[in-house]
């Protein structure tokens, strides 16, 4: 593997937006080699081009569990007994260090591969590491949310807190000079919400703050989610399904490979085969991956609540009750249905809540922006062609971080994130 840029060659062909000061880099000095936002963000980057890791066993890391909903795991159900804890991953330096909060992004575990790409990248350059599932998890809505029900991002972001207070009180030898915070996709908006969350608190006093694509519009963002699903794909019919469809391809692709290779570039390597995906199917895969997390949420939200939307109020689940039935069901329930279904009459009982277009301001960027404006330690790194954004945000943006905003030209959603030139800046920032 080729040695690590050095940081300050990102710059070498920068361009300053005269009206925002945003920092855009240009592509031709950028070097991504994906040109397709949605090959980046399936395939990632090329194996040559990520930064060199530390192994797993060359970190000092567990995982270890904290209680914080007792009085939930008795009601829980049986098929439930793995998360009435909520589990985190810690790795942690054998001298006084900064420890760096890592929240996951949509539905995804604290132990994710993005999330183990950042702790390996943060943990090789001296950092604590604590990994953190998504307010949006299976684990989490079981072991950590007050209401069981996601998406009003403020009410998440104070779940998020007590957290990472529960995780500090639990390792308190970890020799930690100072916090930061970081988050990927919904865990940068949620990073945002707990960094304003922490100006009141004061329990971290969080240094510096890093959102890494985050959507700027949580609505304008989910839709565009959602919108994929519905691409028209060749070769999808009454008897071939897409599943089928990518199986097929999958199955050819290890066939003329001679092996079956699941390492970390196997999708980079996969779309340089013959087999590989169409625009058409790279869409629809994104869109399907986003439909199975917004039906685990509705599902899980669903069940501990009682609501009996997908699951009947009384019907006994154990260990091993099929749940496929459920799982058919929640699937056709999209975001905007759990948002319509279950957030929204939630917020609404509890708070005296208005209308969706309210709740939309209150759950994005929208609603911090003067103090994201006025706060230097919070920065943003995203993409221009990233699959989330809608009309005006990198607009909202560019006005509102100014030059605390680094724009790179290709990556799709998340895609470079392990690109050498996107660790180095990373790392950058956090050392000032």
């Not at 970390?264 to 869409?283: G, R, V």
């Not at 917020?347 to 922006?369: E, P």
Request: net charge neutral; glycine share 6%.
């Amino acid at each position: 593997m080729l040695r690590s840029l050095r940081f300050a060659a990102l710059f070498s062909g920068l361009i300053l937006s005269a009206s925002a000061l945003a920092v855009d880099i240009d592509a031709a000095s950028y070097g991504y080699p994906l040109t397709n936002p949605f090959e980046a963000t399936i395939a990632t980057t090329p194996p040559d081009l990520r930064p060199e890791l530390p192994l797993d066993d060359d970190i000092n890391q567990s995982d270890r569990s904290i209680t914080l909903r007792p009085e939930r795991a008795f009601n829980l159900p049986d098929n439930f007994w793995a998360v009435k804890k909520l589990t985190y991953r810690i790795a942690t330096q054998d001298k006084p260090a900064p420890l760096i909060f890592l929240i996951a992004g949509t539905g995804a575990r604290y132990d994710s591969t993005l999330n183990e790409y950042l702790k390996k990248l943060y943990y090789k350059a001296g950092y604590h590491v604590v990994q953190l599932s998504s307010p949006t998890s299976f684990d989490f809505i079981s072991a950590a949310s007050r209401f069981a029900t996601p998406g009003v991002t403020k009410e998440d972001a104070e779940d998020m807190y007590r957290v990472m207070q529960a995780v500090r009180a639990q390792n308190p030898k970890v020799p930690v000079t100072e916090f930061y915070l970081t988050g990927y996709s919904l865990g940068a908006l949620d990073a945002a919400f707990v960094a304003h969350l922490d100006e009141t608190r004061r329990s971290f006093n969080f240094k510096k703050v890093l959102l890494l694509n985050p959507p700027v519009n949580l609505y304008t963002s989910i839709s565009n989610l959602d919108k994929l699903v519905q691409t028209e794909v060749k070769g999808i019919n009454n008897s071939t399904t897409f599943y089928e469809l990518v199986l097929g391809k999958l199955t050819r692709y290890f066939q003329q490979k001679g092996y079956i290779d699941l390492n970390d570039a196997l999708l980079y390597d996969f779309q340089q085969s013959k087999q590989h995906l169409t625009n058409e199917q790279m869409a629809m895969l994104i869109g399907t991956s986003f439909r199975f997390s917004a039906a685990d949420i509705a599902f899980t939200s669903d069940l501990i609540n009682r609501r009996g939307l997908i699951t009947p109020p009384k019907f006994p689940i154990t260990e091993g009750t099929s749940l496929t039935p459920f799982l058919k069901r929640a699937l056709q329930c999209d975001f905007d249905c759990y948002l319509t279904d279950q957030v929204i009459p939630m917020w609404r009982a509890r708070t005296d809540g208005g209308s969706l277009l309210q709740l939309i301001d209150q759950v994005s960027l929208y609603a911090l922006k003067d103090y994201l404006h006025d706060s230097p330690k919070i920065a943003v790194m995203h993409n221009a062609d990233d699959v989330i954004l809608g009309p005006g945000d990198l607009g909202f943006l560019r006005k509102t971080f100014g030059d605390r905003l680094t724009l790179y030209p290709l990556g799709g959603h998340c895609g470079n994130l392990n690109y050498r030139v996107n660790s180095d800046a990373m790392l950058e920032f956090f050392r000032g």
